[in-house]
């Protein structure tokens, strides 16, 4: 964005307004994946707990 010849403050304002967005959407995704990964972390640690508990 720094070598365009913006003509008016709108399509700056716009391209800006469309990358906070975008960064918006990928924080979203990404706290989506780590959350994913938290459950199934402790989804292995508990099915691995039940089938110990079970075993005996």
Request: overall charge negative; hydrophobic content about 55%; some cysteine.
């Amino acid at each position: 964005m720094v070598d365009q010849n913006w003509d008016d403050d709108t399509k700056y304002h716009q391209a800006k307004g469309r990358a906070w967005l975008m960064v918006a959407i990928s924080s979203c995704c990404s706290l989506l994946v780590l959350a994913l990964v938290a459950f199934a972390v402790f989804g292995v640690g508990l099915f691995v707990a039940v089938v110990e508990v079970l075993s005996r």
